[in-house]
């Protein structure tokens, strides 16, 4: 199976709910988490996390996004830019 044939296209949701996240940073991931995009399992490797802050009335909320690195990247040449 080549890989091109395993890339998974991610819909209009994951898309704006990602483009809304502007600091994205590489850690290392020491508990176990699901990769937004593909909800592969992350776990004792680096993997990009990104915080999205919901303003609103009350107090803000914060969501914590993991995306694996491959996908991560396959993400960024989907977009364009």
């Not at 590489?26 to 995009?37: A, E, G, T």
């Not at 919901?54 to 991560?72: A, K, L």
Request: hydrophobic share 40%.
């Amino acid at each position: 199976m080549l890989w091109y044939n395993r890339v998974q296209q991610s819909n209009v949701n994951h898309d704006w709910a990602l483009n809304k996240i502007t600091n994205w940073q590489l850690k290392f991931c020491w508990i176990p988490q699901r990769c937004f995009l593909s909800n592969k399992s992350i776990w004792a490797r680096k993997a990009y996390h990104g915080i999205r802050m919901i303003t609103g009335p009350g107090e803000p909320v914060y969501e914590h996004r993991w995306v694996d690195s491959n996908e991560f990247i396959l993400w960024q040449l989907q977009k364009g830019y």
